[in-house]
């Protein structure tokens, strides 16, 4: 089988960048008399001291000999070879790059607390009293957020099931990469242990009386089995952050309900927890050390990184938090941020209603009352500007007035 000249040149050139064992293979493959004329060229690092391999002597039996496995590698691509009509083979393609990963450019946030439709119910004797009725909440992590509602709206209920104080009844609760709906005894505790911190209101379920503030940070590290030394750094770490290293000596009645308050504070982060809960730790200070308590609360989110959730009655918690989250009878009504002003004052806050996963929308009363919803509502949506309009449902009370004129008739 006959070739043109072209074609040959092409072939020898493409060769050059097979391994021996491929040129090998394909020369077998090859009628003796054409392998007799082939000879393969690799390129040495000077053009000029370019080294010819022999050419395989054709065999006896019609197979030719295999080419020597130590052939010179080329560090520089030779120059193409010219055909007998002055034109040169067209370079090999290159190879193809290999895709991105797609997870570097994936740019999704887990939210490190994520409940979804929770609920939460109580059966004393013979009642069943639900406190929490879907609720739905997503917390990044680091991020600093704060709690409000009415007494009885629920709020305590669900910072207790983020403690693992109690069990959610239903739905799906998930801190980090523990699914506290579905969580043993065991795991609950070394959750407790290592992974939560928990502020109580009441300065006297944080502090033991009898121990000094330093020791009353260093008892949860030992009872978790840290070291000593160990025990000593942290404490006197978290003491200089919330400005209490001249007090580490003093016990908590020496201490003011603030001061009390910043070693509650260091004794929930002494094992270094990811997550913070705060119930209500300024309910029994006035404003002057609330205000100092958030502070400190701020500084820590900020210095250590750990998500920290607030439920508060305080009125203005929107300075001190990221984001407020209104609850209200078990459900999320509301979040509000606090937007910044350029006149140089506080800034205002704006609130924004929450619509859950399955789509339901909770009005604040007050929204109620200036729409005069009461009982079924109508709404309808401008295609146009995308805004909803809510309206009193009017029409089933003239079905109904007809069909008892109907009846009566």
Known sequence: MSTSPQDSNADDYARQFMPPERRARLTAEQPAADAAEESVVVAAAPPE????????????????????????????PPPRPVSDNGARPAA???????????????????????????????????????????????????????????????KTTLLNILAGLERPSAGRIRVGDRDLLDITDQDLVAYRRREVGFVWQATGRNLVPYLSVRDNIELPQAIAGAAKRQRRERAEELLEALQMGDKSRRYPSEL??????????????????????????????DTNMAEDVFRMLQRINRRFGVTIIIVTHYAGIARWVDRVVRIRDGRIGSESYLMSSYRGDEGREEEYLVVDRAGRLQLPREYVEQLSLEGLA????????????????????????????????
């Open 92 to 154: 090999p393609a290159p190879a193809p790059e290999p895709w991105p990963d797609a997870d570097d450019d994936d740019e999704t946030v887990t939210a490190y607390v994520e409940a979804n439709d929770l609920f939460k119910i109580y059966k004393p004797a013979d009642l069943e009293v639900v406190a929490l009725r879907g609720v739905d909440l997503e917390v990044r992590s680091g991020e600093l957020i704060g709690i409000v509602g009415a007494s009885g709206s629920g």
């Open 378 to 409: 109508t709404a309808g949506m401008d295609e146009d500007t995308g805004s909803i309009t809510l309206r009193p449902a009017s029409a089933p009370h003239r079905s109904r007035e007809r069909w008892e004129t109907v009846a009566d008739d």
């Open 256 to 285: 003011s309900g603030g001061e009390q308050q910043r070693v509650a504070i260091a004794v929930a982060l002494a094992n270094n927890p990811p997550l913070l809960l705060a119930d209500e730790p300024t309910g029994e200070l």
């Open 49 to 76: 001291t370019a080294e010819k391999i022999p050419e395989a002597p054709p065999a006896t039996d019609g197979v030719s000999a295999a080419v020597p496995e130590e052939a010179p590698v080329a560090e520089s």
